[in-house]
């Protein structure tokens, strides 16, 4: 529950009370004119685990003003004008303030906050008390109204004159197009946004919440896997038609939470570890259905390539974003010729749109999957995926080495944060201490050592040794590539380069082994080690990155790479598949058992609220 506390003189007839408590806060009035003590023995009265706002009694204003303001879990503090709201983290530094801003020589004090003046100059409590706060560099967000009023009106002429403004704005209709993504992909903005919108709506009226609309859009997409592994004409077309209804509840999660702000850090990962379960999960349906049809598994190849590709894909996404970013987590300015002539274009009408569906964003890719699932046959649908993916690969990366040209400083968290990508095992760690002497390009020595163990995995026969040397060579360079803070131009492309060595090398020793199953479980293995780098990836924009010990147990990107090596050498081809089954199944449950339990930990002890707003993914 959250305490809303009214202060200054009643307004009769006001709905603000009624307001706050459809909002959920319980609401409480403070003595007309109350001392600073009062108001801070008010507060101390409140649980301490308990969110609490000052507002106004002469607020006006629009109730989803209210809500963005005062029910935004993602923010510590947060205002708009005559009112603000503190989460039980920040209360001790909304007391402070309020000691200021209402006690003796607080105006003064509090002015020095620049912004502080212009709120003072209202004189309504709860804007001094926000005012102080900044003063203190404590950050208050503010959100953006737009149309919505939000006001405190000083007499019966200009509230009259604010309640008008409030009738003439439909607050419900600001409220479903904040539902809405700002910046999406061409079809989810013009063929899903328009009508999920009302679903979201739907969904929240009902007390549904975007967690359980998360899992409902996961169940539908296992079902239309389920179809397609039927590997019928009728099982495809209904795969293709589950897997755009799955696609519209995704986009229905993201936007509930919007509209009612209910925005967690485990809804954020669930979110986006659901998309990539889902798609994986499709393209192994696809690649049984192909297979009951009457194909071969080799199918499974494709399947394997394609989820390979797109995961190198959302990695090099994760690797340019994660290594230019500031000390505060914040985008670092790109002054490339580069970025200003993308910034240019993307105020351009249609290039902005055209440059969206060339990146083939989730909504343009699972919309291309459903139509060729239903019309085609498995082996066109993954073909025609790895085509459109790779193009879109080359275009993205290459703006981002575009980007990189120009020499940048890259703060010390944004090189943790790529250290962290990188998911280097005790191998890698073992040479990258033996070098005293760091090597400078980072990239080119995982470039190479990527494509020494995979083109000799490729050109080598089945259960030859020389895969085995050849990634113990993988594993030197891979040390190697990291015995200094990854700060260069573009050091940001050797989790990128690890990745494709990794599961390259799993793909192509699966098939010259060349039996059935074997390409299966080598799918599964990438799933689970996929799932991983996802999980990491996540983890640092949110609580932290993995632990140690938990990329040990699992033996880095270099140390599996190594293992499987072995296991092609050492084992017969049909040995070599449950070997590769036991490692994904193994694998697997280390980091999903550890990663539900981080996620649910963090969501119990109230980690930071976040929210993905970034690129489709």
């Keep these: 529950m959250s305490t809303a506390i009214l202060t200054g003189r009643p307004v009769p007839g006001s709905p603000l009370e009624g307001d706050l408590r459809s909002l959920g806060f319980d609401v409480r009035t403070a003595p007309d004119a109350a001392s600073p003590e009062e108001l801070e023995a008010l507060l101390r009265d409140l649980p301490a685990d308990e969110r609490?706002?000052?507002?106004?009694?002469?607020?006006?204003?629009?109730?989803?003003?209210?809500?963005?303001?005062?029910?935004?879990?993602?923010?510590?503090?947060?205002?708009?004008?005559?009112?603000?709201?503190?989460?039980?983290?920040?209360?001790?530094?909304?007391?402070?303030?309020l000691r200021t801003a209402v006690g003796a020589g607080g105006a003064e004090a509090a002015a020095d906050g620049g912004r502080a003046s212009v709120a003072l100059a209202s004189g309504a409590v709860p804007d001094r008390v926000a005012a102080a706060v900044e003063a203190t560099g404590t950050d208050v967000h503010r959100p953006e109204l737009g149309t919505l009023i939000a006001a405190v009106p000083d007499d019966p002429e200009s509230r009259n004159t604010a309640r008008q403004a409030v009738a003439a704005v439909d607050d419900e209709a600001v409220r479903l197009r904040g539902a809405v993504k700002a910046?999406?992909?061409?079809?989810?903005?013009?063929?899903?946004?328009?009508?999920?919108?009302?679903?979201?709506?739907?969904?929240?009226?009902?007390?549904?919440?975007?967690?359980?609309?998360?899992?409902?859009?996961?169940?539908?997409?296992?079902?239309?896997?389920?179809?397609?592994?039927?590997?019928?004409?009728?099982?495809?077309?209904?795969?293709?038609?589950?897997?755009?209804?799955?696609?519209?509840?995704?986009?229905?999660?993201?936007?509930?939470?919007?509209?009612?702000?209910?925005?967690?850090?485990?809804?954020?990962?669930?979110?986006?570890?659901?998309?990539?379960?889902?798609?994986?999960?499709?393209?192994?349906?696809?690649?049984?259905?192909?297979?009951?049809?009457?194909?071969?598994?080799?199918v499974w190849a494709l399947a394997l390539g394609a989820m390979i590709l797109q995961t190198c894909r959302h990695v090099v996404d994760f690797s340019f974003n994660e290594g230019n970013?500031?000390?505060?987590?914040?985008?670092?300015?790109?002054?490339?010729?580069?970025?200003?002539?993308?910034?240019?274009?993307?105020?351009?009408?249609?290039?902005?749109?055209?440059?969206?569906?060339?990146?083939?964003?989730?909504?343009?890719?699972?919309?291309?999957?459903?139509?060729?699932?239903?019309?085609?046959?498995?082996?066109?649908?993954?073909?025609?995926?790895?085509?459109?993916?790779?193009?879109?690969?080359?275009?993205?990366?290459?703006?981002?080495?575009?980007?990189?040209?120009?020499?940048?400083?890259?703060?010390?968290?944004?090189?943790?944060?790529?250290?962290?990508?990188?998911?280097?095992g005790t191998v890698a760690a073992a040479f990258a201490a033996l070098r005293r002497t760091p090597l400078p390009l980072a990239p080119l020595l995982a470039l190479v050592g990527a494509a020494v163990v995979v083109c000799t995995a490729a050109f080598s026969s089945y259960g030859s040794p020389w895969p085995v040397?050849?990634?113990?060579?993988?594993?030197?360079?891979?040390?190697?590539?990291?015995?200094?803070?990854?700060?260069?131009?573009?050091?940001?492309?050797?989790?990128?380069?690890?990745?494709?060595?990794?599961?390259?090398?799993?793909?192509?020793?699966?098939?010259?082994?060349?039996?059935?199953?074997?390409?299966?479980?080598?799918?599964?293995?990438?799933?689970?080690?996929?799932?991983?780098?996802?999980?990491?990836?996540?983890?640092?924009?949110?609580?932290?990155?993995?632990?140690r010990w938990l990329v040990r147990a699992i033996g880095g990107h270099e140390g599996r790479t190594f293992a499987v090596t072995v296991l092609a050498a050492l084992l017969t081809d049909t040995d070599f598949t449950v070997a590769l089954t036991a490692l994904a199944v193994a694998v697997a449950l280390v980091v999903l058992i550890e990663s539900i339990r981080f996620w649910v930990t963090a969501h119990k002890r109230g980690a930071p609220a976040v929210h993905d707003e970034g690129e489709p993914a």
């Design 183 to 298: 910046r999406d992909g061409f079809f989810t903005t013009y063929c899903i946004s328009p009508y999920s919108r009302y679903l979201a709506r739907w969904c929240a009226r009902r007390g549904l919440t975007p967690n359980q609309v998360t899992t409902a859009s996961l169940l539908v997409a296992v079902i239309a896997a389920g179809c397609a592994a039927t590997g019928t004409r009728g099982g495809f077309v209904a795969a293709g038609l589950l897997l755009l209804f799955s696609f519209v509840l995704d986009c229905t999660d993201g936007q509930l939470a919007r509209y009612s702000l209910q925005y967690s850090t485990l809804g954020a990962w669930l979110d986006a570890t659901f998309d990539r379960a889902k798609e994986y999960a499709y393209y192994a349906g696809l690649a049984l259905g192909a297979a009951r049809g009457g194909g071969s598994d080799d």
């Design 52 to 97: 609490v706002a000052l507002v106004d009694s002469r607020f006006v204003g629009h109730v989803h003003a209210l809500r963005l303001g005062l029910t935004d879990p993602r923010f510590p503090v947060s205002a708009v004008p005559g009112a603000v709201t503190a989460q039980a983290g920040a209360r001790r530094e909304l007391t402070a303030a």
């Design 325 to 424: 970013v500031d000390d505060a987590g914040n985008a670092a300015v790109n002054t490339s010729p580069t970025a200003t002539l993308s910034g240019k274009l993307d105020g351009v009408g249609w290039t902005v749109w055209v440059r969206r569906m060339i990146v083939l964003p989730i909504g343009e890719r699972w919309a291309l999957i459903a139509v060729l699932t239903a019309v085609t046959t498995p082996r066109i649908t993954f073909v025609v995926l790895l085509i459109g993916c790779g193009l879109a690969a080359c275009y993205t990366t290459a703006g981002r080495v575009l980007r990189s040209l120009r020499k940048a400083p890259r703060t010390d968290r944004a090189a943790q944060a790529l250290a962290d990508l990188a998911d280097s």
């Design 469 to 547: 040397i050849a990634a113990a060579v993988y594993a030197v360079t891979s040390g190697l590539a990291v015995t200094q803070p990854l700060k260069g131009r573009l050091d940001w492309l050797v989790p990128p380069f690890f990745r494709a060595a990794e599961y390259g090398t799993v793909l192509v020793l699966a098939a010259k082994a060349d039996v059935n199953g074997s390409l299966p479980a080598a799918f599964g293995l990438v799933a689970a080690v996929a799932y991983h780098h996802y999980d990491t990836v996540y983890r640092i924009r949110g609580v932290g990155a993995p632990p």
